[in-house]
């Protein structure tokens, strides 16, 4: 008796006759008559990115009394990839409900699902394999389900050796603090909380101190998280409105190489499918350390598409050390709709949070023992430091996928956001530009933004063509564009006043546009893969800077009304390519060259100026190697040249640029499956990036930080990350139900980071362990962060400072850093209905 048959003969005897008038011992004497499940309606599922050839999955699925689909669960893997894609696609089907003597009973079946590649045609007709009868074990003949794939936007996304898709296995393997830490599972790429929870993650990646987000380009379910211009930082993206469990899938392109790569992908793309596994409610509460409270609820319809879920989260914390409590609170709604040719999906989130901040400390004060590690100065100017951050976004997608195996995407969406942070970094250092003989009340810098956004995607690709039994290609065209509409101020605050503003940096408002057009070729010649695109982007700019032209207070006779009004545009256009060829079937080798752009900071251009586009030029040589689902291996090189750089500026609270750069280095990444229930991913990042061409001395910069050949500041030459994660039933039932247990590790290492003015940050290395049994419909589980209580700096700065406001101002530079979160622990327990 073959696998299959065994499996099948265990599902027979499984079945569930609910409902039935009937007992236990009266089935024995009478066999009831029982009419199986049949398909009524089916949905044909998506072919994934980076599989191969043909395969069978096997589904165990109960077919609840209304015919839907409920509980799935995978009886014959082909891999997580073909799984979950046919998982995804009989989740969606409709059944004709089973039968026991005339009355409808929910009944659990197996469903075989075979699944092709795109270019193979499609039967008529599906049927789940028939289960028999439930009194004769004996299997009878069976009916096999095999549906043609399609790719799940209907395009290959891989681009070069570089470029990783996560699926939920592996970003749910190690513990998360919250939903955003599914980005530590991205090769190379680092996040840390460096200005509390009301403020954007700090990232970085290949090379790339991408701050807020300046170097990366991120998507969440469709809706873009760049903010374009934003004072706090060019590219600001907050991704805490994410809530656990809901990221069902992550892809992550390193390097620019997909035409459909837009602005500040520069370091790469990282793109956020959102979807819920398990249906049902979910209730789950948490506390930890520091009297943490988190709340998370989740609705997940049964019978609906993974896709289609409802999520909120509220979070509330004293913070670790002084001035760092905050709230957090979320809520992100899903629903996937429609059949046929056209299927449809509406997004939506909001996000709000409010924190106290402790700011930066200065490490000699901290040694001498002015200050603790985890303090925040006694100022006022330091105690009144604070975030706050609303936003909300709302997206309609239809997805095109014709029977001929053309496919198109449009979409609209919107966004708002609203943004205030006060912070000092320098103590007491800066003088007024509008009081006269003014300086020494703090330097508490206020910045406020806020965007209003609008924008709009569609694209389509052709029917794959083959006119020889060893060529085929697709061609694709699209458009995109957005409008944003940006009020931004900065001023500086005496916090002893009642926050009195002492003087007025930035008061201006951009309105900005952007359109851009795509295109995309792709050929296959048996073995040998190749994509060639373009992309140029036309970006408007409108500035009224209501301080432009101002008149310094030293400078009482000029007569003019302040003000700077001006527009500028420019084109940013560069080619996209990619080959891969497979030289067996579990090894590829793989190529890419791409160029990119990032906007610029709209209060930088002047009157009439072709908009100066930082360029990205970016190379990408490397293999994969992949041997079943047990181990799979990458290993990539990559050169990038960037035409003009950023880094942090302290005494102005934001980016400034810094010239020219390139990066040389390499990546590997190992994900292994030994067994079905143990999964492992490990990545190192090296690279070498150097400061080709920094701005000269000036007269209000003699000294300048950086100087030509010198390594990036900020930038990390090495970063490494581990993850382990381990589920498994535990094969006995308590008070008749399964017990599960899980377990995870998460390993964290950021080598020692170059700093302005020759000195260099220290190592971080953090542990995060995390442990959670399931019993029936309740989860217990406890999580420790940072297990060895490591104490490291969140983020390290080197610049000149005075928090003594009776002492004159140094221009010596002193290392500064915001502290790391020491050892801590959230224990949860939630409850599914």
């Not at 009266?26 to 008559?33: C, F, L, T």
């Not at 009355?103 to 075979?114: A, D, F, Q």
């Not at 807020?212 to 998507?219: S, V």
């Not at 080619?575 to 709209?602: C, H, I, K, T």
Request: proline share 6%; glycine share 10%.
């Amino acid at each position: 008796m073959g696998r299959i048959t065994r499996q099948a003969c265990r599902a027979l005897m499984w079945a569930l006759i609910s409902g039935a008038a009937t007992t236990a011992s009266a089935q024995e004497q009478s066999p009831a008559r029982v009419s199986l499940p049949t398909v009524k309606q089916r949905v044909e599922p998506a072919y994934p990115v980076g599989a191969h050839g043909h395969a069978d999955v096997v589904l165990e699925i109960v077919v609840e009394k209304d015919g839907s689909v409920g509980d799935v669960r995978v009886s014959e893997s082909a891999g997580t990839e073909l799984d979950q894609a046919a998982e995804s696609a009989v989740r969606q089907w409709k059944f004709v409900p089973a039968k026991r003597d005339g009355k409808v009973v929910p009944s659990k079946i197996l469903v075989r699902v075979h699944m092709v590649p795109p270019t193979v045609e499609t039967p008529d007709a599906a049927q789940p394999a028939d289960p028999g009868r439930v009194q004769d074990p004996s299997p009878a003949p069976r009916r096999e389900v095999e549906v043609r794939g399609q790719r799940g936007k209907g395009r290959t996304t891989s681009r070069g050796a570089s470029h990783y898709r996560l699926d939920r296995d592996t970003l749910e393997a190690a513990p998360a603090e919250e939903g955003a830490d599914v980005l530590k599972r991205a090769p190379g790429l680092f996040i840390g909380r460096a200005e509390g929870p009301a403020v954007a993650h700090r990232y970085m990646l290949r090379g790339f101190d991408a701050e807020h987000g300046q170097d990366l380009e991120f998507t969440v379910g469709g809706l873009p998280i760049n903010l374009p211009s934003h004072i706090h930082g060019q590219g600001y993206a907050d991704l805490s409105f994410l809530v656990p469990g809901t990221v069902r899938r992550m892809s992550v392109a390193e390097g620019v190489y997909d035409p459909q790569q837009g602005d500040f992908a520069v370091a790469g793309s990282l793109d956020l499918d959102l979807g819920v596994k398990r249906r049902g409610w979910l209730l789950s509460s948490g506390y930890g350390s520091f009297d943490t409270f988190q709340q998370r609820l989740v609705l997940a319809p049964r019978g609906e598409d993974e896709e289609t879920f409802a999520a909120g989260q509220l979070s509330t914390t004293d913070g670790f050390g002084k001035n760092r409590e905050g709230t957090t609170a979320s809520v992100i709604v899903q629903n996937r709709f429609g059949s046929g040719a056209w299927t449809y999906r509406a997004i939506g989130f909001v996000h709000g949070a409010r924190a106290s901040l402790a700011g930066v400390l200065r490490e000699d004060d901290v040694t001498a023992g002015r200050v603790g590690f985890y303090d925040a100065y006694p100022d006022a100017t330091a105690q009144n430091q604070s975030a706050q951050s609303t936003r909300g976004m709302a997206g309609l997608f239809a997805d095109f996928r014709a029977a001929t195996g053309a496919t198109g995407h449009v979409g609209v969406w919107l966004g708002r956001d609203a943004f205030r942070v006060q912070e000092n970094f320098t103590g007491y250092v800066q003088r007024s530009s509008q009081l006269e003989k003014v300086a020494g009340r703090g330097d508490l810098i206020e910045q406020q933004n806020d965007t209003s956004s609008l924008g709009l995607i569609g694209w389509y690709r052709t029917r794959p063509a083959r006119p020889t039994k060893w060529l085929k290609g697709t061609f694709e065209l699209g458009v995109e564009g957005r409008v944003d509409q940006v009020e931004q101020a900065q001023n500086l605050l005496d916090a002893a006043v009642r926050n009195q503003t002492w003087d007025r940096r930035i008061d201006a408002q951009i309105t900005a546009g952007d359109v851009g057009l795509f295109g995309d070729a792709e050929l296959a010649i048996q073995r040998l893969r190749v994509r060639a695109g373009a992309r140029a982007d036309a970006v408007f700019f409108d500035v009224d800077d209501r301080l432009g032209n101002f008149a310094p207070v030293s400078r009482p006779d000029d007569s003019f009304i302040e003000g700077f009004r001006r527009s500028a545009a420019g084109v940013a256009a560069g080619p996209r390519a990619s080959a891969s060829y497979l030289v067996f079937d579990w090894m590829s080798l793989r190529a890419a060259y791409g160029e990119g752009y990032r906007s610029p900071q709209a209060r930088t251009l002047s009157d009439g100026e072709t908009a100066p586009f930082t360029k990205v030029r970016s190379a990408d040589l490397g293999t994969k190697l992949r041997w079943d689902e047990r181990l799979e291996l990458t290993l990539a090189g990559y050169y990038t040249h960037l035409s003009d750089d950023v880094a942090f500026e302290p005494r102005a609270g934001r980016l400034e640029r810094i010239g020219a750069s390139r990066r040389l280095g390499g990546t590997a990444y190992l994900l292994t499956r030994p067994v079905p229930w143990l999964i492992g991913s490990y990545s190192v990042t090296v690279v070498d990036a150097e400061l080709l061409e920094p701005p000269p001395p000036s007269a209000d910069d003699p000294s300048p930080p950086f100087t030509a050949g010198q390594r990036l500041p900020y930038v990390p030459p090495v970063v490494a990350r581990v993850d382990y994660g381990v589920k498994r039933s535990l094969n006995h039932k308590v008070a008749g139900q399964r017990v599960t247990g899980r377990a995870g590790l998460g390993l964290t290492y950021l080598s020692s980071r170059p700093l302005p003015f020759g000195k260099f940050a220290r190592p971080v290395a953090l542990a995060d362990v995390g442990a959670g049994v399931q019993w029936g419909a309740f989860d217990l589980s406890m999580d420790v962060f940072n297990v060895f209580d490591a104490q490291y700096a969140a983020v390290e700065f080197n610049f000149p400072s005075n928090w003594s406001p009776n002492r004159p101002a140094s221009r010596v530079p002193q290392r500064h850093t915001a502290a790391g979160a020491p050892l801590s622990w959230m224990v949860r327990l939630g409850a599914r209905l």
